[in-house]
């Protein structure tokens, strides 16, 4: 049984956070598959070098993507989820604390609900611009896990927040290597912003790297000094038969648990732009 979307708000403004039982997105599985969590992207850090800015925001959503190499899976105009961002971020809510909210009350629905229960992927779309934000979203998605037994895991692009913001959820330091216009950044630009993630205690990454993937087994980075391992969903080697291997779905994959990682003394996961440009996470 899969909970009802609430779109809109007591105001009549759409939603700003949706939570699904089920996501529909191939990366994040079927059998079982995964919940998911959708932010309105005013929720974003505005440093994210992949986020529209607030003018591009209220344009029609799209029209500004065509002349960007590099774009955010979320506005993508090759994916479905840009009208669930579009819907998102047209809600009247803004404040991201705000948002966080009302994401941490539809989290806690669906953990009381009578949904079968499944891992927990935090903002598909959106993040927790402030330290605020982080610890009232992360704190609803740790009580998910308690409820559950199913582990909730994010990804941050915001600097303001400390990795101790979010309790005993998952979450990895998202770093990426590539500029929106497809240049890669200098070696100086993210050593930065490493940096300035581990001062806040983030010790995990994700890593949207310039170049495709070559090789399951861990490597060590050049450009991030790094030890990282391709993305499982990403990396589809082919068999000798012209038909390609099953994919690893995220349901099936727990290489972006902080744990995981930690255990097999790996940094981070890296992702590869697709063929459409998109960054995938
Ligand atoms: S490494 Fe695994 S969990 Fe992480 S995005 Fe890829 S398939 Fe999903």
Not at 127 to 139: G, H, L, N, P, V
Not at 187 to 195: A, G
């Amino acid at each position: 049984m899969h909970t009802r979307i609430r779109w809109s708000r007591n105001d009549d403004s759409p939603a700003a956070a949706i939570v699904v039982a089920k996501s529909g997105d191939r990366k994040l599985g079927s059998t079982p598959g995964c919940a998911a969590v959708h932010l309105s992207q005013w929720s974003c850090p505005v440093t994210c070098s992949l986020l529209p800015t607030i003018e591009k925001m209220r344009t029609e959503f799209g029209s500004v993507y065509k002349k960007v190499k590099a774009v955010c899976y979320a506005n993508s105009n090759k994916t479905r989820q840009r009208f669930t961002t579009h819907r998102l971020n047209s809600s009247k809510e803004r404040n991201p604390v705000s948002i966080a909210r009302e994401a941490a009350r539809k989290i806690l629905q669906l953990a009381h609900s009578k949904s079968m229960k499944r891992k927990l992927r935090l903002s598909v779309v959106g993040d927790a611009r402030t330290r605020q934000a982080a610890r009232i979203y992360s704190k609803a998605a740790s009580e998910y896990q308690r409820l559950t037994n199913k582990n909730a895991y994010s990804y941050t692009h915001s600097l303001q927040t400390h990795r101790s913001d979010w309790h005993d959820v998952s979450v990895l330091a998202s770093i990426s290597c590539v500029n929106p216009d497809g240049t890669t950044r200098t070696q100086t630009e993210i050593q930065n912003d490493i940096n300035s993630f581990r001062r806040r205690g983030y010790q995990k990454f994700s890593v949207v790297i310039p170049h495709t993937h070559n090789t399951t087994h861990t490597y060590d980075d050049v450009l991030t000094g790094l030890k990282l391992i391709a993305c499982r969903y990403q990396f589809q080697p082919r068999t000798n038969t012209s038909k390609p291997l099953k994919r690893v779905t995220c349901d099936h994959c727990d290489l972006c648990l902080e744990t995981c990682l930690e255990r097999a003394q790996i940094d981070g996961v890296a992702f590869q732009l697709d063929d459409a440009g998109k960054v995938p996470v």
